[in-house]
Nanobody
Framework: QVQLVESGGGLVQPGGSLRLSCAASGSIFGLSVMGWYRQAPGNEREWVAV?????????ADSVKGRFSISRDNANDTVTVYPQMHRLKPENTAVYYC????????????WGQGTRVTVSS
């Protein structure tokens, strides 16, 4: 079993910052790719960023320069922290973390999502 618990969403004003988190625990050995996605109202889920266990990060063009990701390993839990700056109203969405194996498609897990609202 793999557990992904997200937190950190909320209401933020345009131009503000917010840090989300996703804590992964359980049978996470070999799940080396942590991705972030978001789904805005009425839209399909879209990819935002990815962090590998080797520390490599890639960001969607729409967030490049404003988003960053870090990770912390403690005991048997890996926590990933997307940091979002200069938020815009169009960044309003439910943000999901995804943890998967690059070799086994069956090992693909999603968090419950955390809602971010950017509004004045």
């Amino acid at each position: 079993q793999v557990q992904l618990v997200e937190s950190g969403g909320g209401l933020v004003q345009p131009g503000g910052s917010l840090r989300l988190s996703c804590a992964a625990s359980g049978s996470i050995f070999g799940l080396s790719v942590m991705g972030w996605y978001r789904q805005a109202p009425g839209n399909e889920r879209e990819w935002v960023a990815v962090l590998t266990s080797l520390g490599s990060t890639t960001y969607a063009d729409s967030v490049k320069g404003r988003f960053s990701i870090s990770r912390d390993n403690a005991n048997d839990t890996v926590t990933v922290y997307p940091q979002m700056h200069r938020l815009k109203p169009e960044n309003t969405a439910v943000y999901y973390c995804n943890l998967k194996s690059p070799y086994d498609r069956r090992r693909n897990y999603w968090g419950q999502g955390t809602r971010v609202t950017v509004s004045s």
